[in-house]
């Protein structure tokens, strides 16, 4: 947001545009990779064990602060007065941390 109101030129807003997006790629394949990567200790449960050994009750727990903090970021933003661009980013940063 700083960087949007100090360099507010279309040139900036189209690097940060394509760093943006070379981010956002980076990260799901360094995600991907990184999920596929197995231990090098054979005692570790196979991806199909890990699936089958969850509960429901597992992924609530595992979305609920994702879910939380987003909501907390939109009123928070929203209260804020930022633009709704604004409050997406804000949104998806919070995701992301």
Do not use: M
Request: proline residues 6%; negative net charge; contains cysteine.
């Amino acid at each position: 947001v700083f960087c949007s109101y100090k360099f507010d030129t279309p040139r900036w807003h189209k690097i940060a545009y394509i760093g943006g997006n070379v981010s956002g790629i980076a990260l799901i394949i360094f995600s991907t990779v990184l999920s596929f990567e197995g231990g090098s200790d054979h005692s570790d449960p196979t991806p199909q064990e890990t699936i089958t050994a969850t509960r429901p009750a597992d992924y609530v727990a595992i979305a609920l602060p994702c879910l939380l903090g987003l909501v907390v970021a939109t009123i928070l933003s929203t209260l804020l007065k930022l633009s709704k661009p604004e409050r997406l980013t804000t949104a998806v940063e919070c995701c992301y941390q």
